[in-house]
């Protein structure tokens, strides 16, 4: 038995009991609740002239109907804006239930509560909701026309507009260094919207007693559902409590808090006195949660003949959608990541965010970097292309070299901090990635084609997490942190910390997540942050619990505490293993009790002799117990780094687009658990694959989404994906007690570009727009020839 986890291919611990359906997932709980659905906009742009519920009243089961008149005050304002920014002028965020105007397919106008769903949903089809159509706004090229207003007080549609502009050594800014240089492009790139589709919808179920309020929520964070219930509902914090119980997965959109359920749920639990539970359907998934992805971009570059980048000026149009409720962090996360492992001469950077009658845009996996990436890394090939040199070539000669970290790009990122990379060996990791995919012995020919993207992700953001550690009689250690897992195994990597830095065999190490009433401070799972900050809190948790076990066996063994070290749950002189004490025991010493409630908490009454009479019980500063609790909080981001490659085969007749061969270089720090951060590559793939050339989200002039199934919006199979090949690079991160950066999202941030620039290689067509399907290809060759 071994206590030194960290590094370790440890088998996740939560995959028995979810493999094999004991998950206790929303749905699972509140069997006896209420059950609430919801009237939802059926336009694009509309307002509301009437709502009648008569007919409804005679559904039986049917418990109450809530329109935006009904709400109290508190509870019928807008929902927050979370993340305020100076260049968000215009943000606007929606009512729990539509006031006046619905502003998109899907948005919630009317609450139903009834006995069970079915009723709920019969009494929901007989309210008549009077609707006055207006003209949508559909389309990054409408919106910016500005025709049409999404919100009649912002001008043009244009919610935010930002510029960030890095000069060259030479002073000269971007634009300059283009005209003055001795190459240029200049294009376009198109990437449309998609959106994750986790397992689990949302969901929310809400108990009130009277004085306390319960609610389990689907979310990605439960302490910060937790502050915007409170804040909603107008109760104190302590009487709030918020609980994510097994979350079948997030990927970005259930980061958004309070969605209108998390306050009109718990709200109508109180004003009935009734249990209240909502589970998400798929198609309210589709239309009235949030998407991500559509950008068009414009791209101007200057050269050297060496492919070395001497100017950037990229112009960006974000799609927002019909809110902001997240902020600007995405297209900040495009505009900023973009630069890669790329020490660029000098860069100009505009992005404007515009509304559309659409759903609204939050951060999904990857959050703005799949088209930052997409945006670089089409730029290279373009180069390479356009220089006749080999496109690795091309990336090497603007590489950040290893002994130039920290690097610092010049720019603000998403967490407000200085973009400065900490570590990366950017030539080892292609040097790596070529030999892992055979890029110098790659056999070209007609429909056969190789691709390359390169990628630097900022993980573990700010601005904190914590974590709790205790050690009981019984020589048990309980992790609890805030934040929440969606199915990441954080359950294990936590558990493998603590292991190892306490010493004591894995399987005596439990671990509680995402729930308020074990850890009531924390951000949230999103981010890639998980390991980086909820990891590190952890470790500088059980130090203390450590050092104090140290101190208190230090006093038992009469022994140096700097001689004594832990292996397998024993305290122990080092080299000695027989002068040893439990861990257990060291607990027991901890806690001096009046009261034996079992033969372990006997050994600590005030008779056991086991404390000095000329000591009071607890030493003046201690306090009692072996436990601990710590945070940590990152002076700014760490960043991981990858490359990507991929084999594409084309069929010359159909089109039709196969990824043959998938080849993965990565470097996250030091890993914690390298299968666990494997399976978090390859699923990412899977879903950048998916991004690549199948999942987009088509609206209809209408503003109607008209591939709102699993029907018609297409997810990759496994049958669909390759063996997905990896290897892992180690450069630590100097900035975290651990040497850790995060690896969440990392599989799907280029794979889009990287396909791209495969099928290019395959076809010999430019390939500016993402995703791409048979039929389009099949077009892009009969407009070539």
Not at 3 to 11: A, D, K, S, Y
Not at 195 to 205: D, F, K, N, Q
Not at 609 to 636: F, K, N, Q
Not at 647 to 672: F, M, Q, S
Request: glycine share 10%.
């Amino acid at each position: 038995m071994t206590t030194r986890l960290f590094g370790e291919p440890v088998q996740r611990r939560e995959d028995p009991r979810l493999l094999t359906g004991r998950g206790r997932f929303l749905d699972d709980l509140g069997g006896d609740a209420l059950a609430a659905a919801f009237v939802r906009s059926p336009h694009a742009h509309a307002r509301i002239r009437d709502i009648d519920v008569a007919a409804a009243l005679d559904v039986e089961g049917l418990v109450a109907v809530y329109t935006w008149e009904d709400l109290p005050e508190r509870v019928g304002r807008p929902l927050p804006l979370l993340i305020p920014h100076p260049a968000l002028t215009h943000g606007r965020t929606a009512y729990p239930l539509a006031r006046d105007v619905v502003r998109h397919v899907g948005e919630p106008v009317v609450m139903v509560v009834a006995t069970d769903r079915y009723a709920a949903e019969d009494a929901c089809a007989l309210i008549e909701v009077d609707y006055e159509p207006l003209k949508p706004v559909v389309g990054l090229e409408e919106a910016v026309q500005g025709a049409q207003l999404v919100h009649e007080d912002v001008p043009g549609n244009v919610g935010a507009h930002l510029v960030q502009e890095v000069a060259a050594a030479d002073g000269r800014g971007a634009r300059e260094a283009i005209e003055t240089a001795p190459h240029t492009l200049a294009f376009r790139l198109d990437i449309e919207r998609s959106a994750s589709m986790p397992l689990e919808g949302r969901g929310v179920y809400a108990r009130w007693d009277g004085r306390d309020l319960r609610v389990y929520s689907s979310t990605q964070t439960s302490t910060s559902v937790r502050m915007a219930v409170a804040a909603a509902l107008e109760l104190p914090l302590p009487q709030v409590e918020v609980i994510a119980p097994d979350v079948g997965g997030g990927f970005g959109v259930k980061i958004v808090h309070p969605w209108p359920e998390e306050v009109l749920v718990p709200w109508a639990a109180m004003t009935l006195g009734r249990e209240i539970k909502w589970t998400e359907d798929r198609r309210e998934h589709f239309i009235s949660s949030a998407h991500e992805r559509g950008q068009v971009q414009y791209v101007r570059v200057g050269f050297d003949d060496d492919g070395r980048v001497l100017g950037l000026d990229v112009t960006i149009l974000h799609d927002h959608g019909a809110y902001t409720p997240y902020g600007i962090i995405v297209p900040i996360v495009t505009s900023t990541q973009l630069l890669g492992p790329y020490r660029i001469g000098a860069y100009r950077v505009e992005f404007t965010a515009v509304y559309t009658n659409t759903v609204q845009v939050t951060p999904y996996r990857g959050a703005g970097r799949p088209q930052g990436v997409f945006c670089m890394e089409r730029t290279m090939d373009k180069i390479a292309r356009y220089l006749g040199k080999d496109r690795t070539e091309v990336r090497e000669a603007n590489f950040i070299e290893p002994d130039e970290f920290p690097y610092d790009q010049g720019m603000t990122f998403q967490d407000g901090r200085p973009l400065i990379y900490d570590s990366g060996d950017y030539p080892e990791m292609l040097r790596m990635l070529k030999e892992l995919i055979g890029w110098d012995s790659f056999e070209r020919r007609p429909g056969r084609g190789i691709g390359i993207g390169c990628y630097v992700e900022g993980t573990g953001v700010g601005p904190y997490e914590g974590g709790h550690v205790q050690v009981t009689s019984d020589g048990r250690v309980h992790v609890s942190t805030g934040l929440t897992s969606q199915g990441q195994g954080h359950e294990t990597v936590f558990a493998q910390i603590a292991a190892t830095e306490l010493g004591v065999p894995i399987e005596r190490v439990s671990v509680v997540t995402g729930d308020t009433r074990r850890f009531g401070y924390a951000v949230g799972t999103f981010a890639s942050r998980a390991a980086v900050v909820s990891g590190n809190a952890i470790a500088l948790a059980c130090r203390k619990v450590r050092d104090k076990a140290l101190r208190i066996a230090a006093d038992a063994l009469e022994a140096d505490p700097a001689d004594l070290e832990i292996t397998d749950g024993m305290v122990h002189v080092a080299g000695t293993p027989t002068a040893s004490i439990p861990l257990s025991t060291v607990a027991v010493l901890a806690n001096p009790l009046r009261y034996a409630f079992d033969d372990e908490t006997a050994k600590a009454t005030q008779f056991s002799g086991t404390t000095s009479p000329d000591r009071p019980p607890v030493a003046e500063g201690d306090e009692p117990g072996l436990e601990g609790r710590d945070y940590y909080s990152p002076i700014r981001s760490t960043f991981a780094s990858g490359m990507h490659a991929a084999i594409v085969e084309t069929d010359p007749e159909t089109a039709e687009i196969k990824v043959a061969r998938y080849a993965v270089v990565h470097d996250c720090g030091r890993l914690i658990n390298p299968m666990i951060v494997e399976g978090q590559i390859h699923g990412g793939v899977a879903q950048g694959i998916g991004g690549a050339l199948y999942e987009r989200m088509v609206y209809d002039p209408h503003g109607q989404l008209v591939n709102a199934s699993f029907m018609d919006f297409l997810m990759p199979y496994a049958t669909e994906i390759p063996h997905i090949e990896t290897a892992h690079l180690e450069t630590p991160s100097p900035l975290n007690p651990l040497g850790i950066k995060g690896a969440g999202e990392a599989g799907v941030i280029p794979v889009s570009a990287v396909i791209a620039s495969a099928i290019e290689d395959a076809e010999g067509i430019p390939i500016d727009r993402m995703p791409i399907s048979p039929s389009e290809l099949f077009d892009l060759r009969s407009r070539m020839r």
